[in-house]
């Protein structure tokens, strides 16, 4: 089943989880037990749990760094991971924010690498690199290749132990522009205050945890330097902090340079961080607030204990149970049985100190809220009562088990094995914390997951409804930066860089060389083409059946037709339940992910090797039977148009709904928004959804692709004992309607779309290219847009974010389909700097394809930047396997990857000039702007291009 927690729980998620990380584990190689279609016996879940382990080696420096290093080499890469002991709770009164500042400052530069930390980065080759805050802790992370390992201790001792003399006011003012457009990014969104009121609610003041860690933006405003220099005094040192190193690198080889870099910094104060108690309300309490959202969620909320407590393992399983598993009581009752809600959710959040517990559920358009919030609160009611069952207990346990597996092959990012080591030491004081979960996990019992949820979710509760309506007036939004003119002698002798110590970088001797995975192809009894490769650092298997159709087979009168047959597949089997096939999975430790895009529809299957044959059973059953149940297609309809309805609520989503008729011409099948518009899928019948499945998803129009760490004869044998005999229908195959093109925008307008009460405007730039993903020059085009718009240091975003201070981040990127390439910008900007930020757009784009293209330092930077990430971009079976179907799609050979290096070092400033030239034209882009027409309109007047202005929906 297709999740659908809609908007309040996303938005809680990523409130909680700002920049906090979700544990993924290693394991010890599995033996290859031999599994038959007959035997449908799950593995057991004590043998998963033995599978799963970490190995590393701990060591202290004498300044008192802990350094935790774990040794893997299938990848010449190695993850280097910094935690510092310190988060947004342990901030005094008058400083809140501060740690998520100093996560923006310990990028701009330290006093040996002056410049922007990513610079170094792309120079090294990083990938998965960012650094993040949250209540308990700040972490930075990277995944260097191996030869650049020396350079990234040198970059990270720089920053603990060489910031201050690189600190200057205008990096400070520059960085608190930068945090004030994130926290208005993120106000933006529907439902994007909701957690303030959460943490004021569950945590009132005096708590550690009664602010957000984005902070008070008058605290920020009313920082001095001097208050910046002693936080980092004091929270920054050493002893503070723990290093992990997990990849291609043993202990022996880590110690000495560890030692080299970090040894010298001295010891700081001691940063014991801020104790807290779990708060109980005196009483419950019932919040009712309203925000441009489409449908109205009741969500529940306890305070809880932190990740410490004995009780945390049987917490999670049981909210799972409650309302996150696939099969979740709240799922069976309110939407599959009752249909009362179109989306429902359940989790633990568990920080180091307390926890939240919480369940949610969005009304269907045609239920009361009243009904649903009473339904909801009988079943946590009936629930904590009665108890999960012990299937119910060992299939949350299997699918939080596999899960884990599936995240095993990653070293770093912010879910590898880095992560889990280093989470372990500095909020629990044991690498191997996440062991003794996995041991609670194996043994937890239904009354143990009871006796926790009756101990905790009896007490009161916050019940905070969103509605649909305006929101309140209070709303105070942030701040600008005052602009400095810079001009005074003594501003200038502020932001200049003191160094303390020089401290030479490293050379990076080598360049770590790519090795893809050989890939081989078969031809299966049904006909389809399988292409395979072996990857067997985990004990896992995965197949997507992927098929030539997409959102680009929908008709032009029935937009959303692909979106909904698919999410109907997973709904019933002509042998299975909705609420059968999720619990099956679950039993199997099984996934199955259907999407696909604009040209293909897949059904991706991730599986436990030793539960494969089951798995694939499971797969086939859905793909080739499903019912199509009318009820279903009713309840899924309207979850699907609620979707919908959101999305013309959300600025990003207003803005690409808008352009891409613009773009591509309004009958191209690109044109027309995949999930599709209200109208169109309220006209969409059963017949249609048949037929869609009958011209479509078929043998003779698919291909078959595998990641596995068996052999291939093995996966051959398998898939041709599940799918070998499945034949194609006799109704002919679908075609996809291309024969027209759009025709091109004479030159530069703007269409506003008006958005009341935005704090930030949402600018989404676009045209079409001659552009083709299948020429060997496509490369260049790509590397081209890495100097104007593809990353960070690109020019667009340089100047946006980190010169103006008027954005938290603006990317150029071009949309690569099979039949089409478009250009697009995407700059969300602050509402009072819309038309200065679309001016300079305008401008930087026009500068760069005219007199001012790619220079000698930017091919430099991008071409080292994209050798030494290819080993870091295939570290795992996920990336190989969208590889693959990326170079089927574009009928690419094998490898494609492999031969990539020395096509960028045949890459020079004019190639890459040329194919940015002949791609786009700065004189015929759409200009989509979404926000407060009523202060956008004045400013967009004023650079002299016509503005058309339109409503919110006005296309649907």
Same mark, same amino acid.
């Given at each position: 089943?297709?999740?659908?927690?809609?908007?309040?729980?996303?938005?809680?998620?990523?409130?909680?989880?700002?920049?906090?990380?979700?544990?993924?584990?290693?394991?010890?190689?599995?033996?290859?037990?031999?599994?038959?279609?007959?035997?449908?016996?799950?593995?057991?879940?004590?043998?998963?749990?033995?599978?799963?382990?970490?190995?590393?080696?701990?060591?202290?420096?004498?300044?008192?760094?802990?350094?935790?290093?774990?040794?893997?080499?299938?990848?010449?890469?190695?993850?280097?991971?910094?935690?510092?002991?310190?988060?947004?709770?342990?901030?005094?009164?008058?400083?809140?924010?501060?740690?998520?500042?100093?996560?923006?400052?310990?990028?701009?530069?330290?006093?040996?690498?002056?410049?922007?930390?990513?610079?170094?980065?792309?120079?090294?080759?990083?990938?998965?690199?960012?650094?993040?805050?949250?209540?308990?802790?700040?972490?930075?992370?990277?995944?260097?290749?191996?030869?650049?390992?020396?350079?990234?201790?040198?970059?990270?001792?720089?920053?603990?132990?060489?910031?201050?003399?690189?600190?200057?006011?205008?990096?400070?003012?520059?960085?608190?522009?930068?945090?004030?457009?994130?926290?208005?990014?993120?106000?933006?969104?529907?439902?994007?205050?909701?957690?303030?009121?959460?943490?004021?609610?569950?945590?009132?003041?005096?708590?550690?945890?009664?602010?957000?860690?984005?902070?008070?933006?008058?605290?920020?405003?009313?920082?001095?330097?001097?208050?910046?220099?002693?936080?980092?005094?004091?929270?920054?040192?050493?002893?503070?902090?723990?290093?992990?190193?997990?990849?291609?690198?043993? /202990?022996?080889?880590? @110690?000495? $340079?560890? &030692?080299?870099?970090?040894?010298? *910094? %001295?010891? =700081? !104060?001691?940063?014991?961080?801020?104790?807290?108690?779990?708060?109980?309300?005196?009483?419950?309490?019932?919040?009712?607030?309203?925000?441009?959202?489409?449908?109205?969620?009741?969500?529940?909320?306890?305070?809880?204990?932190?990740?410490?407590?004995?009780?945390?393992?049987?917490?999670?399983?049981?909210?799972?149970?409650?309302?996150?598993?696939?099969?979740?009581?709240?799922?069976?009752?309110?939407?599959?049985?009752?249909?009362?809600?179109?989306?429902?959710?359940?989790?633990?959040?568990?920080?180091?100190?307390?926890?939240?517990?919480?369940?949610?559920?969005?009304?269907?358009?045609?239920?009361?809220? /009243?009904?649903?919030? @009473?339904? $909801?609160? &009988?079943?946590?009611?009936?629930? *904590? %009562?009665? =108890? !999960?069952?012990?299937?119910?207990?060992?299939?949350?346990?299997?699918?939080?088990?596999?899960?884990?597996?599936?995240?095993?092959?990653?070293?770093?990012?912010?879910?590898?094995?880095?992560?889990?080591?280093?989470?372990?030491?500095?909020?629990?004081?044991?690498?191997?914390?996440?062991?003794?979960?996995?041991?609670?996990?194996?043994?937890?019992?239904?009354?143990?997951?009871?006796?926790?949820?009756?101990?905790?979710?009896?007490?009161?509760?916050?019940?905070?409804?969103?509605?649909?309506?305006?929101?309140?007036?209070?709303?105070?939004?942030?701040?600008?930066?005052?602009?400095?003119?810079?001009?005074? /002698?003594?501003?200038?002798?502020?932001?200049?860089?003191?160094?303390?110590?020089?401290?030479?970088?490293? !050379?990076?001797?080598?360049?770590?060389?790519?090795?893809?995975?050989?890939?081989?192809?078969?031809?299966?009894?049904?006909?389809?083409?399988?292409?395979?490769?072996?990857?067997?650092?985990?004990?896992?298997?995965?197949?997507?059946?992927?098929?030539?159709?997409?959102?680009?087979?929908?008709?032009?009168?029935?937009?959303?037709?692909?979106?909904?047959?698919?999410?109907?597949?997973?709904?019933?089997?002509?042998?299975?339940?909705?609420?059968?096939?999720?619990?099956?999975?679950?039993?199997?430790?099984?996934?199955?992910?259907?999407?696909?895009?604009?040209?293909?529809?897949?059904?991706?299957?991730?599986?436990?090797?030793?539960?494969?044959?089951?798995?694939?059973?499971?797969?086939?059953?859905?793909?080739?039977? !499903?019912?199509?149940?009318?009820?279903?297609?009713?309840?899924?309809?309207?979850?699907?148009?609620?979707?919908?309805?959101?999305?013309?609520?959300?600025?990003?989503?207003?803005?690409?709904?808008?352009?891409?008729?613009?773009?591509?011409?309004?009958?191209?099948?690109?044109?027309?928004?995949?999930?599709?518009?209200?109208?169109?899928?309220?006209?969409?019948?059963?017949?249609?959804?048949?037929?869609?499945?009958?011209?479509?998803?078929?043998?003779?129009?698919?291909?078959?692709?595998?990641?596995?760490?068996?052999?291939?004869?093995?996966?051959?044998?398998?898939?041709?004992?599940?799918?070998?005999?499945?034949?194609?229908?006799?109704?002919?195959?679908?075609?996809?309607?291309?024969?027209?093109?759009?025709?091109?925008?004479?030159?530069?307008?703007?269409?506003?779309?008006?958005?009341?009460?935005?704090?930030?405007?949402?600018?989404?730039?676009?045209?079409?290219?001659?552009?083709?993903?299948?020429?060997?020059?496509?490369?260049?085009?790509?590397?081209?847009?890495?100097?104007?718009?593809?990353?960070?240091?690109?020019?667009?975003?340089?100047?946006?974010?980190?010169?103006?201070?008027?954005?938290?981040?603006?990317?150029?990127?071009?949309?690569?389909?099979?039949?089409?390439?478009?250009?697009?910008?995407?700059?969300?900007?602050?509402?009072?700097?819309?038309?200065?930020?679309?001016?300079?757009?305008?401008?930087?784009?026009?500068?760069?394809?005219?007199?001012?293209?790619?220079?000698?330092?930017?091919?430099?930077?991008?071409?080292?930047?994209?050798?030494?990430?290819?080993?870091?971009?295939?570290?795992?079976?996920?990336?190989?396997?969208?590889?693959?179907?990326?170079?089927?799609?574009?009928?690419?050979?094998?490898?494609?990857?492999?031969?990539?290096?020395?096509?960028?070092?045949?890459?020079?400033?004019?190639?890459?000039?040329?194919?940015?030239?002949?791609?786009?034209?700065?004189?015929?882009?759409?200009?989509?702007?979404?926000?407060?027409?009523?202060?956008?309109?004045?400013?967009?007047?004023?650079?002299?291009?016509?503005?058309?202005?339109?409503?919110?929906?006005?296309?649907?």
């Amino acid at each position: 089943m297709r999740r659908q927690h809609f908007l309040t729980a996303s938005i809680f998620a990523l409130a909680l989880g700002m920049g906090a990380t979700t544990p993924g584990l290693g394991i010890a190689p599995a033996a290859h037990a031999q599994t038959t279609a007959a035997d449908a016996e799950p593995a057991a879940l004590t043998e998963l749990v033995d599978e799963v382990d970490i190995p590393y080696e701990k060591f202290t420096l004498d300044n008192g760094l802990d350094v935790i290093v774990h040794t893997d080499r299938k990848a010449p890469v190695v993850a280097v991971a910094v935690w510092y002991n310190v988060g947004s709770k342990d901030e005094p009164e008058g400083k809140s924010g501060f740690a998520h500042l100093f996560e923006h400052l310990m990028f701009n530069g330290s006093e040996n690498a002056p410049n922007d930390y990513f610079q170094y980065l792309q120079e090294m080759g990083a990938t998965d690199y960012n650094g993040t805050t949250n209540f308990d802790r700040t972490n930075y992370f990277q995944t260097v290749p191996t030869p650049a390992l020396e350079r990234a201790l040198w970059l990270e001792s720089d920053r603990m132990g060489y910031l201050l003399g690189a600190v200057t006011q205008a990096k400070l003012d520059n960085q608190r522009g930068v945090v004030q457009n994130e926290k208005r990014q993120g106000d933006n969104q529907p439902g994007g205050l909701i957690f303030y009121e959460i943490v004021e609610t569950l945590f009132p003041a005096p708590h550690p945890y009664d602010h957000t860690p984005i902070g008070s933006m008058a605290d920020l405003d009313s920082a001095s330097m001097e208050d910046v220099r002693d936080w980092f005094r004091d929270k920054y040192g050493p002893n503070n902090a723990t290093v992990v190193l997990a990849g291609d690198v043993s /202990a022996a080889e880590a @110690r000495p $340079l560890v &030692e080299k870099y970090f040894g010298p *910094i %001295a010891r =700081g !104060p001691v940063n014991n961080p801020a104790q807290a108690n779990i708060p109980e309300l005196a009483e419950e309490v019932r919040t009712v607030m309203r925000d441009q959202v489409a449908a109205t969620s009741i969500n529940k909320y306890w305070t809880a204990p932190g990740i410490s407590d004995r009780e945390l393992t049987a917490l999670t399983v049981g909210a799972q149970i409650l309302g996150g598993l696939s099969s979740s009581r709240l799922d069976n009752a309110l939407v599959r049985d009752e249909k009362i809600a179109v989306g429902v959710s359940g989790g633990n959040y568990a920080f180091q100190r307390v926890g939240i517990l919480t369940v949610s559920a969005t009304a269907a358009p045609d239920a009361d809220p /009243a009904l649903v919030e @009473r339904r $909801l609160n &009988e079943l946590v009611d009936q629930f *904590i %009562a009665e =108890g !999960p069952t012990e299937d119910e207990v060992r299939r949350a346990a299997t699918s939080s088990v596999a899960d884990t597996i599936r995240g095993l092959e990653q070293v770093g990012g912010r879910g590898g094995k880095a992560v889990t080591l280093a989470s372990g030491e500095v909020l629990a004081d044991d690498p191997d914390f996440y062991a003794r979960q996995f041991e609670i996990l194996a043994t937890l019992t239904p009354a143990e997951v009871q006796a926790a949820m009756q101990r905790w979710m009896t007490r009161p509760a916050m019940t905070l409804v969103l509605e649909p309506g305006e929101r309140d007036a209070d709303y105070e939004e942030a701040a600008s930066v005052a602009a400095s003119d810079g001009g005074s /002698a003594s501003e200038a002798a502020d932001d200049e860089i003191t160094v303390t110590q020089v401290r030479p970088a490293p !050379p990076i001797a080598s360049i770590a060389e790519l090795d893809f995975p050989d890939v081989e192809h078969r031809t299966l009894a049904n006909g389809m083409t399988l292409h395979y490769a072996m990857r067997d650092a985990v004990p896992a298997t995965y197949v997507t059946l992927s098929f030539d159709a997409g959102s680009a087979a929908d008709p032009l009168d029935k937009r959303g037709l692909e979106s909904l047959t698919l999410g109907l597949f997973e709904e019933g089997t002509t042998s299975l339940s909705s609420r059968e096939i999720a619990e099956t999975g679950e039993r199997l430790g099984a996934d199955v992910s259907l999407g696909g895009g604009a040209d293909r529809s897949s059904f991706t299957l991730s599986a436990l090797s030793a539960n494969l044959v089951p798995s694939l059973e499971l797969l086939s059953d859905i793909v080739r039977n !499903p019912a199509f149940d009318p009820a279903e297609v009713e309840r899924v309809r309207a979850q699907q148009i609620t979707g919908v309805e959101q999305e013309l609520r959300t600025p990003a989503s207003i803005a690409a709904r808008t352009a891409a008729p613009l773009i591509y011409g309004e009958n191209s099948p690109y044109a027309g928004p995949g999930n599709g518009t209200v109208a169109s899928l309220r006209s969409i019948t059963r017949d249609d959804i048949t037929g869609f499945k009958n011209r479509w998803i078929r043998p003779d129009n698919g291909e078959v692709f595998v990641v596995s760490d068996r052999p291939i004869d093995e996966i051959v044998t398998a898939l041709d004992a599940v799918f070998g005999d499945w034949q194609a229908p006799t109704v002919a195959k679908g075609e996809k309607a291309f024969a027209t093109q759009p025709k091109e925008a004479e030159a530069n307008r703007i269409v506003l779309v008006d958005r009341p009460n935005s704090p930030q405007s949402y600018i989404y730039g676009g045209q079409m290219t001659p552009a083709d993903a299948r020429d060997e020059t496509y490369v260049d085009f790509l590397n081209a847009n890495n100097a104007l718009g593809g990353n960070f240091l690109a020019r667009l975003n340089m100047n946006l974010r980190e010169a103006k201070g008027w954005s938290y981040g603006v990317r150029g990127a071009p949309l690569t389909n099979e039949k089409a390439v478009a250009y697009t910008v995407r700059a969300p900007v602050q509402a009072d700097r819309t038309g200065d930020a679309l001016a300079e757009l305008i401008r930087e784009t026009s500068e760069f394809l005219g007199t001012n293209g790619v220079s000698d330092e930017e091919l430099t930077r991008i071409v080292t930047a994209e050798i030494g990430e290819l080993p870091g971009q295939f570290e795992t079976s996920g990336a190989i396997l969208r590889a693959m179907q990326t170079n089927a799609l574009y009928g690419r050979p094998d490898d494609h990857y492999e031969r990539l290096a020395d096509r960028y070092r045949a890459q020079t400033t004019e190639s890459l000039d040329a194919a940015a030239r002949a791609a786009i034209d700065p004189d015929r882009f759409v200009w989509v702007v979404v926000g407060d027409a009523e202060i956008v309109a004045p400013q967009l007047e004023q650079l002299g291009l016509p503005v058309e202005r339109v409503e919110m929906g006005a296309s649907e």
